[in-house]
């Protein structure tokens, strides 16, 4: 863990979430940039306990709150032809200190199959423990899709697009070899460098 003015948990409440909005675009029937309370106006809010697991061989149980992804993508309207969905996080390096190394190329992107991201499991979740969602673990929203590795789930999202063709993901577009655009958790399958039989559980 980092310490001091490197460490980005320290350093989460920088983080500016309200006002806070969500562009909305590709193939669906209501493109548009909507805010936070307007794209969650309505919906059901549900806890759901969720085992996370880390491409890093550890795991936690976790008390996630939100709302079906499907519900989300019902109200902008899917068109037909749509096959993926793409999303993105906040590019903020002034408050996200992260973003100031070159580890990636931001934005964090990331994306699911459209069955994937319609399954009843796939949550947009808004808090955690009861409690609305802490900056440091993607305030004020964030994916959570408890059968793939936990970089799946992209935390402060600022837009969701439909698409015809499989989006580009961050881990995959750093090193595909390591990260497959599904990573899906399987024990029987190792990372390249490590084991992914056991996890070390935490929490």
């Not at 902008?76 to 749509?82: L, M, R, T």
């Not at 200190?97 to 990331?110: F, M, S, V």
Request: glycine letters at 8%; a neutral charge; hydrophobic letters at 35%.
């Amino acid at each position: 863990f980092g310490t001091g003015k490197d460490d980005p948990a320290a350093n989460a409440g920088r983080l500016t979430t309200d006002p806070w909005s969500i562009k909305v675009d590709g193939m669906v029937d209501n493109v548009g940039t909507y805010s936070f309370d307007d794209l969650t106006s309505g919906m059901t809010l549900e806890e759901r306990i969720y085992r996370f697991r880390c491409v890093e061989a550890w795991s936690m149980v976790v008390p996630w709150v939100g709302f079906e992804l499907a519900d989300l993508l019902k109200r902008v309207g899917v068109q037909p032809s749509a096959k993926y969905v793409a999303f993105e996080t906040l590019v903020r390096p002034e408050e996200m200190i992260g973003q100031k190394r070159r580890t990636l190329e931001w934005p964090y992107r990331e994306g699911l199959r459209l069955d994937e991201a319609m399954h009843p499991l796939t949550i947009m979740a808004t808090g955690l423990y009861d409690e609305p969602m802490p900056k440091q673990n993607g305030a004020p929203i964030r994916l959570v899709v408890p059968w793939k590795y936990g970089f799946k789930s992209i935390k402060s999202i600022v837009r969701i697009s439909l698409t015809d063709k499989q989006p580009a993901t961050s881990w995959n577009m750093t090193n595909g070899r390591e990260y497959g655009f599904y990573s899906n958790v399987n024990p029987t399958v190792d990372h390249p460098r490590w084991s992914q039989a056991t996890e070390r559980k935490i929490g």
